[in-house]
């Protein structure tokens, strides 16, 4: 905790001044320590030895100076060291400190962990508690840093790149391979002060942007698969009037369902958007990158045509009616009822007991001549891990959490590890692994029985979802549907969302206060007729009186600045 650490972080200031006036100083175990990389320690000591030309950063100087602390291999310390961890507790998690995962891998490490838990509905009191009083844990996990352009200001965040170019064997080389993640994931400075957790499995990016239809109806009325927007209406509507499910009433069929809420998710109307070739790609919904421009996105025709084709949607009884009242429970429950003949999901585990009755619907085209696009997420999946400027030994903190985007970490932190098997996973003979039979046989469910063994549910974890690990987070039928759907993927690079400076953040969430509100009230309005297509010049200027034009200037500065 931060008890002593400004008189410790002091004393170190003023040692490391004298040695770099010296050229050399001693280490905690009495080695002479440079600050340039000619000078090392022993291998055996787990130091690496590599020579690099040039001064040293501070902060690996003070690494190079800990004679407990390895440079690569496991442990990571010769002698235990305490560790404060404040991690976010979802309510599909069971108990952290009893997680045969977690415990296995501090064991590896030689770190001894206090954890401090918090549920998800009191993090943001409690992280700003914390940050008020300058009361920090060493690491934080799984939660994001509320205002975080603040705490990096306030200095309460470390930046991670020299830790990561020094020691780095699982996060550098997954920021190489996927830039943007960097990219969206740095301040406005440049730097890096969190450890991003990254997603690379594209079912699971598409956020429910997957469509699904119902083959069972197809077939009882004889229709062929739909290849584009006409084609589609044509399907819903024989799905609406010609007792697509064969029970004799022609009352009880959904043609096209959402899932969730439209207060939360608008409809879905990212996967209609997708079928006119409109996308978004900064991690909001109301503006999109196109050739290095940035611009205001729902104000423009192709947006109108997708708000105008929804409305036939729903003035046609085709689009659940009660797609703005419902809740989510109640919207799976349709889904998982068999009664729907189309809807959005990424995985057929909300409709398992209807699943043979669905297929993959690869999207339609429209008319206006755009290849259909379906919307990706950010392989970022946002800034929920830091080292605080408490930590009196960032290096060790660094090379524990990084250890979680190795493939052997990434594997572990999922219950897959041979030290684990017979306690929280097995393996076949052919080489694929699975949870044990106890796991897999709960009466609670499986998934229950996952989340006490480890803290994956809920996500924000390292580098959990990706193609090595999609057996465990997909079902067979979703990854033998993928290729229908992977042709019409998003292609151009998604950023995650931007980290603007305090100062142009608030300036952002001033405007997008009442815009987005606006925005998301008309969207509905036309959808459902209550405001008509001749009302749209006025919902335009409306739009650029709320000061639609300069939020984007903000948006095109932070794009500028990471090119």
Request: aromatic letters at 10%; proline letters at 4%.
């Amino acid at each position: 905790m931060q008890k002593f650490g400004k008189f410790i972080r002091l004393f170190l200031i003023i040692t490391m001044l004298g040695s770099l006036l010296a050229g050399c100083g001693r280490g905690t175990g009495g080695e002479e320590v440079s600050n340039t990389a000619g000078s090392t320690n022993a291998e055996e000591d787990g130091k690496t030895g590599e020579e690099v030309p040039g001064e040293l950063p501070e902060i690996i100087v003070r690494a190079k100076a800990d004679t407990n602390f390895k440079e690569e291999g496991y442990p990571l310390v010769k002698e235990t060291v305490k560790k404060t961890i404040m991690i976010k507790k979802p309510g599909n998690i069971g108990d952290v400190e009893e997680m045969e995962t977690l415990r296995y891998i501090a064991e590896k490490m030689n770190i001894e962990i206090e954890w401090i838990v918090v549920g998800a509905d009191g993090w943001n009191e409690r992280m700003n508690l914390m940050l008020a009083t300058n009361d920090l844990p060493d690491i934080i996990m799984k939660g994001a840093i509320p205002n975080l352009s603040a705490a990096i200001e306030d200095g309460q965040v470390i930046a991670v790149d020299e830790l990561m170019d020094a020691y780095s064997a699982g996060l550098k080389p997954l920021l190489e391979e996927y830039p943007g993640v960097a990219v969206s994931a740095r301040a406005s400075d440049g730097k890096l002060y969190t450890l991003p957790g990254i997603n690379t499995l594209k079912p699971n990016l598409t956020s429910h942007r997957n469509l699904w239809i119902n083959k069972q109806w197809l077939d009882n009325l004889n229709l062929e698969m739909p290849a584009t927007t006409d084609e589609l209406l044509d399907v819903l509507r024989a799905f609406r009037d010609e007792d697509a499910d064969g029970d004799g009433s022609r009352d009880n069929e959904i043609p096209y369902a959402v899932e969730d809420s439209g207060a939360g998710h608008t409809a879905r109307v990212d996967i209609i958007s997708g079928l006119f070739g409109l996308y978004y790609n900064l991690d909001y919904e109301n503006i999109r990158l196109e050739d290095g421009k940035v611009s205001f996105l729902k104000n423009t025709e192709e947006w109108k045509e997708v708000l105008q084709y929804m409305n036939v949607l729903y003035t046609e009884g085709l689009l659940d009616n009660e797609v703005y009242t419902q809740t989510g429970d109640s919207s799976i429950g349709k889904i998982s009822s068999g009664n729907c003949g189309v809807f959005g999901l990424s995985s057929d585990d909300l409709f398992t007991t209807v699943s043979g009755q669905y297929v993959a619907l690869a999207p339609v085209k429209s008319p206006n001549g755009k290849e259909p696009v379906i919307q990706l997420a950010s392989n970022s999946m946002g800034s929920n891990t830091f080292i605080t400027a408490a930590d009196e030994t960032p290096w060790v903190s660094f090379r524990f959490l990084d250890y979680f985007f190795t493939e052997e970490g990434s594997m572990t932190i999922g219950c897959f590890n041979e030290d684990l098997i017979g306690i929280t996973c097995q393996k076949y003979e052919d080489g694929t692994w699975d949870y044990t039979d106890d796991m897999l046989q709960d009466e609670r469910g499986v998934a229950v029985a996952v989340g006490d063994a480890c803290p994956l549910p809920g996500g924000g974890f390292g580098y959990w979802r990706n193609e090595k690990n999609s057996n465990y987070i997909y079902s067979a039928k979703v990854q033998e549907n993928v290729p229908v759907w992977e042709p019409y993927y998003q292609k151009d690079p998604v950023y995650g969302t931007p980290l603007f400076d305090s100062d142009t953040q608030k300036k952002v969430d001033a405007i997008r206060t009442d815009l987005d509100v606006y925005v998301s009230e008309c969207q509905a309005k036309f959808i459902t007729g209550e405001m008509g297509f001749d009302a749209w010049d006025d919902y335009c200027a409306t739009l650029q009186s709320l000061g639609a034009e300069e939020l984007v200037s903000y948006y095109q500065a932070y794009y500028d600045s990471l090119s």
